[in-house]
């Protein structure tokens, strides 16, 4: 396995409110873990809100009392329940500083084993497979126009350019209502997973990252022309990426 990951605050913004974590070894009772976070709320509070979830979640993974009873099927139950846990005190964050009421954070997360990829999902930056020649998208956005696509009110062209299209209905520092997608994958046939903010999917089509993942350079140098490929095309937003190769094309399982 090779990873790596980069956050670039973009053209336009004047703060970067992306944070990213890549292990591809043992963290606590897990075998490697790897996130991107995306903030919002003024006054810097979207940059506290997405750095101190990833503290938040690494530290309850790395505290975990008990983690010999942590085996493989349960990854992805501690991987959500962190998640869970990390929301509970971003909420307490926001209530507890009226500088930072209103913060939250989107926030994926992934866990690769031999065979299954887990992943922990809340809001719109996402997670994508590269398998068989083809880019994936793994998650749902949690967002307004998602809702209004998968009810058949907007075509998938249509919300693109939709003006609630950065409009999220799930993060967290949400205290009401809050859940946590879990997906577990098999890991048969993927290449390359990645890891990525809205302000590269907002930038590029899937498309252009499918074409840009697949490529044979070094995995630094195609996360980073990911991030170039984003910032050419305008930068709107801050910009995060992991990328992480399971199996490079040719290579022996």
Same mark, same amino acid.
């Given at each position: 396995?090779?990873?790596?990951?980069?956050?670039?605050?973009?053209?336009?913004?004047?703060?970067?409110?992306?944070?990213?974590?890549?292990?591809?070894?043992?963290?606590?009772?897990?075998?490697?873990?790897?996130?991107?976070?995306?903030? #919002?709320? !003024?006054?810097?509070?979207?940059?506290?809100? =997405?750095?101190?979830? &990833? @503290?938040?979640?690494?530290?309850?993974?790395?505290?975990? /009392?008990? *983690?010999?009873?942590?085996? *493989?099927?349960?990854?992805?139950?501690?991987?959500?329940?962190?998640?869970?846990?990390?929301?509970?005190?971003?909420? @307490?964050?926001?209530?507890?500083?009226?500088?930072?009421?209103? #913060? !939250?954070?989107?926030?994926?997360?992934?866990?690769?084993?031999?065979?299954?990829? #887990?992943?922990?999902?809340?809001?719109?930056?996402?997670?994508? =497979?590269?398998?068989?020649?083809?880019?994936?998208?793994?998650?749902?956005?949690?967002?307004?126009?998602?809702?209004?696509?998968?009810?058949?009110?907007?075509? +998938?062209?249509?919300?693109?350019?939709? *003006?609630?299209?950065?409009?999220?209905?799930?993060?967290?520092?949400?205290?009401?209502?809050?859940?946590?997608?879990?997906?577990?994958? *098999?890991? %048969?046939?993927?290449?390359?997973?990645?890891?990525?903010?809205?302000?590269?999917?907002? #930038?590029? %089509?899937?498309?252009?990252? @499918? =074409?840009?993942?697949?490529?044979?350079?070094?995995?630094?140098?195609?996360? /980073?022309?990911?991030?170039? @490929?984003?910032?050419?095309?305008?930068?709107?937003?801050?910009?995060? +990426?992991?990328? &992480?190769?399971?199996?490079?094309?040719?290579?022996?399982?």
């Amino acid at each position: 396995m090779h990873v790596f990951g980069l956050t670039d605050i973009g053209q336009l913004r004047s703060q970067n409110q992306d944070a990213i974590f890549f292990h591809k070894t043992q963290i606590g009772p897990l075998p490697n873990l790897f996130i991107v976070a995306d903030g #919002m709320g !003024g006054h810097k509070a979207g940059e506290i809100a =997405s750095t101190k979830a &990833i @503290e938040f979640l690494k530290k309850y993974i790395c505290d975990f /009392k008990v *983690p010999e009873i942590v085996l *493989p099927e349960n990854y992805l139950d501690l991987l959500v329940t962190a998640v869970q846990d990390t929301n509970r005190k971003v909420c @307490e964050m926001g209530e507890n500083n009226p500088e930072m009421q209103g #913060m !939250g954070t989107t926030l994926t997360a992934c866990v690769i084993t031999d065979d299954k990829i #887990m992943i922990a999902h809340v809001g719109d930056s996402r997670a994508y =497979s590269f398998a068989n020649g083809k880019l994936n998208q793994l998650t749902n956005d949690h967002s307004y126009v998602e809702q209004m696509v998968q009810s058949g009110q907007l075509t +998938a062209a249509e919300a693109l350019t939709h *003006p609630k299209r950065n409009m999220l209905t799930r993060v967290l520092g949400m205290s009401e209502s809050f859940e946590v997608d879990g997906l577990t994958l *098999p890991l %048969k046939g993927i290449e390359s997973v990645l890891l990525c903010s809205d302000g590269l999917t907002n #930038m590029l %089509k899937d498309s252009l990252i @499918e =074409s840009i993942v697949s490529g044979t350079d070094f995995v630094e140098h195609r996360t /980073k022309f990911l991030i170039e @490929e984003a910032n050419s095309r305008g930068g709107h937003d801050n910009i995060s +990426a992991v990328l &992480i190769d399971i199996r490079r094309q040719g290579e022996q399982t």
